[in-house]
């Protein structure tokens, strides 16, 4: 069976002008038939019913995807799926779903202003968003696009958006145009850092003096991420045996961590100092605002380190003593493989990338040979 025009503009309700004119830019899926007076277009039934099927779900999908509102509402459903696992099969931690959170958030906010309804989430708007975005700030980037990738799939999953929104936004995937940021120290300046974490300054007490201390060897020494120093517990530190036990850290794994000798003492010291709580955690300070010891915070330690490399002149981060652990004990010729190991890497590569070295180094090494 075939349908005219006429018969379409009227299930349509449109104008005959209006099918007309689909006909002819080919969004209709028209067949031309010859007739005594020149041609007509005749369309398929079967052919029509599936064109006006797909063209229902692209006006439900735009009509979802340019409401603001019910796509924020969408936004808790997407995160618990991505706690829970059921999004890609793995459970995504805390800090990743915060972080995922946050860009989609910021994607919203710097989605330019529409004149026309169209849909928020597009090929067309988030290259504009991302393109938008400093060069230099390539982890803004990635994060935001990833963050954006994983919410569409949630959509997909829940019949909200087409597949192919996804494959197309796999063409905005950002590639880094700056080299990234490295900090790390030389052996000379983490011995210097650490000793400036030893030095007492007005309006420190002395369980500071052995904080400070503390937090930079456990970085420097044992090459331990920021999340695990802050989950450290009493229990994780065997100074009896020498190691340190790290509970579910980077992936939900465990590992053990050997305590240095010079780590061993400057733990012992800690130890003495640290006020009596209840808190089980290794680290704590004391909070004004609840005036008692809590846990220690990422930010706290961030910022701790932040005053030491002011205090230095040492351009020095968390994540910068960690591949200072890597980098010194490459130096010194530890195998790489044990240094993997020790720093949580499931691939070599990862730990190679830690390794630093720069060129006044290579001079003063050459110069020895």
Aim: hydrophobic fraction near 40%; charged fraction near 20%; charge should be positive.
């Amino acid at each position: 069976m075939e349908l005219t025009l006429i018969n379409i503009a009227k299930d349509l309700r449109k104008s005959l002008r209006t099918v007309q004119r689909l006909a002819k830019n080919g969004s209709l899926p028209v067949i031309t038939k010859s007739t005594k007076s020149g041609f007509i277009y005749v369309v398929p039934l079967q052919a029509y019913i599936e064109w006006k099927n797909q063209k229902l779900a692209k006006s439900k999908e735009c009509n979802f995807l340019s409401d603001l509102d019910f796509l924020k509402q969408q936004i808790d459903g997407w995160l618990s799926w991505c706690k829970s696992g059921a999004l890609t099969g793995k459970p995504l931690s805390e800090k990743t779903i915060e972080l995922y959170k946050y860009c989609l958030n910021y994607y919203f906010l710097h989605i330019p202003r529409r004149y026309t309804k169209t849909p928020l989430i597009s090929l067309e708007q988030s290259r504009l968003v991302l393109s938008d975005i400093d060069p230099k700030s390539f982890s803004l980037k990635l994060n935001i696009y990833s963050a954006l990738k994983s919410f569409v799939k949630y959509l997909i999953a829940k019949n909200i958006a087409n597949a192919t929104l996804l494959a197309e936004l796999k063409q905005l995937s950002p590639r880094r145009v700056y080299p990234p940021k490295r900090t790390h120290c030389t052996l000379e300046q983490f011995n210097l850092l650490l000793l400036e974490a030893t030095k007492w300054h007005t309006g420190q007490s002395q369980y500071d003096v052995a904080l400070n201390s503390a937090l930079v060897s456990i970085i420097g020494f044992a090459g331990v991420r920021v999340s695990e120093v802050c989950n450290l517990r009493l229990q994780d530190i065997d100074l009896v045996n020498k190691r340190l036990f790290v509970y579910l850290g980077k992936g939900k794994k465990n590992r053990y961590v050997g305590i240095c000798n010079q780590l061993h003492c400057i733990l012992n010291e800690y130890l003495k100092l640290r006020p009596k709580s209840e808190v089980e955690n290794f680290f704590v300070t004391f909070s004004p605002v609840y005036s008692r010891t809590v846990a220690f915070t990422r930010f706290t330690l961030l910022q701790k380190i932040k005053r030491l490399s002011k205090r230095t002149d040492i351009k020095i981060t968390p994540h910068g003593l960690r591949r200072t652990f890597a980098t010194i004990a490459a130096n010194s010729g530890k195998p790489i493989n044990i240094i993997s190991l020790a720093l949580g890497h499931a691939d070599l590569k990862t730990t190679q990338g830690y390794l630093m070295t720069s060129q006044e180094e290579v001079v003063k090494e050459m110069q020895g040979w």
